[in-house]
């Protein structure tokens, strides 16, 4: 497995636009470490504790995202160092990143997370639900957070024409909703693709791509 190979031909498959997440989640601080001196500076992770173990050994530079479900107890440990947390899909945990945004005294990026997927899984907002958390008084006194856009996962499957359908209805969404501005709400930024479906992805419309096993080998 050649990181700096993986990581090359992947960026050369993508538009300038779209940004690439390095998802480095159970890979050894080596293999970030390659990627890293291969020039990649954002890397994505699904377990708070993990993430931090890496940012305390990794360069300073880099910029972390926390792209898997998110426990509202554990936010204070990425509260002072994380650039974007994917995977937000409560107003309850919008509070709390509020909260620990503001004791660091910054404002932290957020994407809403988005259930798009026609297969079960516990994880996004429904679409009525994440109109009626944008639309919330509460929601609009939160200054220390920044909503960029949204996120969403395509169903696990084969079926291309299905996972175009679903990724085009977080589209539509993104859409739909970009000229909704408040002081903490901006969208500018669709994370939605992985290493089997990104390349289906950036042709609906994504602008960040989170890829692990194509760039670091299987988990
Ligand atoms: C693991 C993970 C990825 C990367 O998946 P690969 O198939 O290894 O590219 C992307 N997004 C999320 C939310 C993940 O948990």
């Given at each position: 497995?050649?990181?700096?190979?993986?990581?090359?031909?992947i960026?050369?498959?993508?538009?300038e636009?779209?940004?690439l997440?390095?998802?480095?989640?159970?890979?050894?601080i080596a293999?970030?470490?390659e990627?890293?001196?291969a020039g990649?500076?954002?890397?994505?992770?699904?377990?708070?504790?993990?993430?931090t173990?890496?940012?305390?050994?990794?360069?300073?530079?880099?910029?972390?995202?926390m792209?898997?479900?998110v426990q509202t107890?554990?936010?204070?440990?990425?509260?002072?160092?994380?650039?974007?947390?994917?995977?937000?899909?409560?107003?309850?945990?919008l509070?709390?990143?509020n909260?620990?945004?503001?004791?660091?005294?910054?404002?932290i990026?957020?994407l809403?997370?988005?259930?798009?997927a026609?297969?079960?899984?516990?994880?996004?907002?429904?679409?009525?639900?994440?109109?009626q958390l944008?639309?919330?008084?509460?929601?609009?006194?939160?200054?220390?957070?920044?909503?960029i856009?949204?996120m969403g996962?395509?169903?696990?499957?084969e079926d291309?024409?299905?996972?175009r359908?679903?990724f085009q209805?977080?589209?539509?969404?993104?859409d739909?909703?970009?000229p909704?501005q408040?002081p903490?709400?901006?969208?500018?930024?669709l994370?939605?693709?992985?290493?089997?479906?990104y390349?289906?992805?950036i042709?609906?419309?994504?602008?960040?791509?989170?890829?692990?096993?194509?760039?670091f080998?299987g988990?």
């Open positions: 497995m050649n990181i700096a190979e993986n990581l090359q031909n960026k050369n498959t993508l538009p636009h779209v940004h997440v390095a998802v480095s989640k159970t890979k050894p293999d970030l470490l990627a890293y001196n990649q500076r954002i890397f994505g992770e699904n377990k708070i504790q993990e993430m173990e890496k940012w305390e050994q990794m360069p300073k530079d880099i910029q972390w995202h792209i898997g479900h107890n554990k936010v204070k440990y990425m509260a002072p160092y994380v650039s974007l947390i994917h995977g937000v899909d409560s107003l309850k945990l509070v709390e990143i909260r620990q945004a503001k004791k660091w005294r910054r404002v990026p957020c809403l997370q988005v259930y798009i026609t297969e079960e899984s516990k994880f996004g907002l429904a679409h009525d639900e994440l109109l944008i639309h919330s008084e509460e929601f609009k006194a939160l200054e220390n957070i920044k909503i856009g949204l996962m395509a169903s696990f499957t291309a024409d299905l996972i359908k679903e209805s977080l589209k539509d969404i993104f739909y909703l970009q909704y408040l903490n709400c901006h969208f500018q930024q994370s939605m693709g992985m290493s089997g479906d390349k289906i992805a042709e609906c419309g994504s602008t960040i791509v989170r890829i692990g096993s194509s760039i080998g988990r």
